[in-house]
């Protein structure tokens, strides 16, 4: 098999960089070990509780014990089906705020400012949130939308944060992305719009795209020069060859792992496990950052949560209204509400992103609390900790080990209990006082640094954004993995492009810039660039010496 690409992972980035590059005219294969994303699970958008935890369509990662939360071993679910974790994930659409790429540029990643990334960001979006603006793409293949936002209590959210002083925003993708407003996710026509439905399937159906089904043992090199892909495909293994060049897009985890599986990596690391160095690239593996979130919970005094659906009938009912109409709760995420706050004064753009549910409830589908109640998962979005992905053994079917290393800087600690006395705050306002009854968790009694800190180290959960380890930078970073251009500094005819290569992580939920990358990474490919947007975001005009 031979192709002028070969694309390792058919996740956000990968499907958009199969779809453009086969668009251009050239042959394209996909390599994926994941299988069909048929199904109610993955396309019913309300049911995204099931395939994240669904072994069919998950890699069922999990951390290694983190000693700073009490030597628990966290979920790092990652989507093993096409679309990748487009396909299993929460649907949430946050492109991140625009000083994060500026940042990104700062740290030597050249052209990857917010001028430079937006024109892409408005490439891929077909947008359906409001009036036409200049800050968002109508033409894309990614449909972006809104909740219809019916039950009252996405409206209090809002209200509360209002009343608590924070500003409101119309649109936090655009111009303003600081305050509380409309959630936006990939969804359309009541339908989970992956990056397999929006890309991969339109290229594999039009342009000059193939998918082949298999794992990724190696990158194989000759000479320096990547020329293709060795697939396992049951008991055999296939050469799946590349006549120009091999882009791994096969996430955070697996991107380093492929990596070092081909002799690029931290060169004693690989020698440990028997792997001939082909490039010493310390850095592949390192870099290592995720958002990790609580889930501050309130009894609700009204039936108006989503608790009254959670039961047998009035599920079946939800996912046959879905599967007749496309519409009611199963058409939705049901995250319909979203705050982005700064913790403090000084701090120039959001730290701190709330995403509001009606129910209170765990990310994998088990109610936390019997009866009514609503939460908001908060959290800080710029953790200095950092953690590490490195092999166990040689055996490509091995999972790595992933060390997030969480909250092993002090100052996160500082930074998450603000967050947990914000959003306290938040819930007291006015706008919750015929909803709001009780804190579940954290009780209403934890209010000491220790109290907190207890809640933090036996309740914070990842909000699975798992990024960085691949890091872009300048050719002599040592540290750095992929140079601008996404090319693996060291080796011809190999690039990344995917959410490892991220420098730090971006505000919010990282799917769009994911996908992002996918579609900037093929115009690097091409040899062509959109031109740079001179739009500048909202930056509160107070933000050193006020908090809100």
């Excluded at 005094?301 to 879905?322: C, D, M, Q």
Aim: proline share 6%; charged share 20%; net charge neutral.
């Amino acid at each position: 098999m031979i192709a002028d690409y070969v694309i390792v992972g058919s996740g956000s980035a990968g499907s958009a960089l199969a779809y453009r590059l086969s668009e251009a005219g050239h042959t394209v294969i996909v390599v994926e070990y994941g299988g069909s994303d048929a199904g109610p699970f993955i396309q019913m958008p309300a049911a995204l509780s099931y395939p994240m935890n669904m072994a069919r369509y998950d890699w069922g990662f999990q951390s290694e014990p983190e000693p700073h939360l009490g030597d628990r071993r966290l979920a790092c679910p990652r989507g093993k089906v096409i679309g990748g974790s487009s396909s299993v994930n929460g649907m949430v659409y946050v492109r991140g705020h625009a000083r994060d790429f500026d940042t990104w540029a700062q740290m030597g990643a050249g052209g990857w400012s917010y001028g430079d990334v937006l024109p892409y960001f408005k490439r891929m979006e077909s947008w359906h949130g409001g009036e036409a603006s200049d800050w968002r793409g109508t033409g894309g293949p990614l449909h972006v939308t809104r909740g219809p936002r019916k039950n009252p209590l996405y409206h209090a959210f809002v209200e509360a944060g209002r009343q608590a002083g924070y500003q409101v925003t119309d649109d936090y993708n655009g111009e303003k992305q600081e305050g509380f407003g409309a959630f936006e996710q990939t969804v359309w026509k009541g339908r989970r719009w992956s990056a397999a439905n929006a890309y991969l399937k339109p290229a594999l159906r039009t342009f000059n795209c193939r998918l082949v089904n298999g794992l990724a043992e190696r990158v194989i090199i000759q000479n320096g020069v990547a020329t293709g892909v060795a697939v396992r495909q049951g008991d055999s293994v296939t050469e799946v060859s590349a006549r120009r060049e091999v882009v791994i897009a096969a996430s955070a985890i697996n991107s380093p792992k492929l990596l070092m599986l081909s002799g690029i990596g931290p060169a004693e690391h690989l020698r440990q496990h028997g792997i001939d160095v082909v490039a010493d690239r310390p850095g592949v593996g390192g870099n290592l950052q995720d958002h990790l979130e609580v889930y501050f919970q309130v009894k609700s005094k009204k039936p108006v949560t989503l608790y009254r659906h959670w039961n047998p009938v009035s599920k079946a009912l939800i996912g046959a209204e879905w599967l007749l109409t496309r519409r009611w709760l199963g058409a939705s995420n049901n995250i319909e509400s979203t705050g982005f706050i700064r913790s403090r004064a000084g701090v120039e753009y959001p730290d701190i992103q709330f995403h509001f549910l009606p129910i209170a409830v765990r990310y994998d589908g088990k109610v936390a609390a019997e009866g009514h109640g609503f939460q908001a998962h908060v959290g800080p979005m710029r953790s200095k900790s950092r953690g590490a992905i490195t092999l166990k053994s040689a055996d490509p079917a091995a999972a790595p080990s992933i060390r997030f290393n969480y909250m092993s800087d002090p100052s996160d600690w500082e930074d998450f209990r603000t967050a947990i006395r914000l959003t306290r705050e938040i819930f007291a306002q006015p706008a919750f006082e015929e909803y709001a009854d009780h804190a579940i968790q954290p009780p209403d009694s934890a209010t000491s640094d220790e109290a907190l800190d207890d809640f933090i180290r036996e309740h914070a959960e990842s909000a699975y954004h798992p990024c960085g380890t691949c890091r872009m930078g300048t050719a002599n970073d040592r540290n750095a993995v992929v140079d601008p251009d996404c090319r693996v500094i060291g080796v011809k005819g190999l690039r990344v492009a995917d959410s490892s290569i991220f420098p730090q992580i971006t505000n919010g939920n990282l799917n769009a810039p994911s996908i992002m990358i996918g579609e900037k990474a093929a115009d690097h490919i091409l040899g062509r660039r959109l031109p740079k947007d001179e739009a500048q975001p909202w930056i509160h005009p107070d933000w050193e010496r006020s908090q809100r």
